[in-house]
């Protein structure tokens, strides 16, 4: 993913924060400086491919992990297996953060 795509997806109205992340989620840049909430956002990453190969599920393209309190993640997952993984307050639709993601990065990411 290159920096104006990092750059576009923080210009996101209402989230809190972006990191993206490479193939065994470990996080490669973030905004975040909480780095429990990364940790979460690599394991939500890394479950695509558990899902995937060994439940085989297929591979999820996006997770989201909604909050009734706290901050939401929505991960969306490209096709080498990156991510990519937006926090917003729970107030806030993850399908309308979702769309404006798919429409900076498109439905399965770039890299």
């Given at each position: 993913?290159?920096?104006q795509i ?8 209402g989230i ?96």
């Open positions: 993913m290159d920096k990092f750059s576009q997806l923080q210009t996101i109205k809190s924060g972006v990191s993206m992340l490479d193939d065994m989620g470990a996080t490669l840049k973030t905004t975040l400086k909480d780095s429990q909430l990364n940790e979460v956002a690599g394991f939500l990453a890394g479950i695509s491919s558990l899902l995937e190969k060994d439940l085989k599920l297929g591979k999820p393209s996006k997770i989201v992990l909604k909050s009734p309190t706290d901050d939401s993640v929505i991960i969306h997952i490209s096709n080498d297996n990156s991510a990519i993984a937006l926090f917003a307050p729970h107030k806030l639709a993850s399908s309308i953060i979702s769309s404006k993601i798919e429409r900076i990065i498109g439905v399965y990411g770039t890299t």
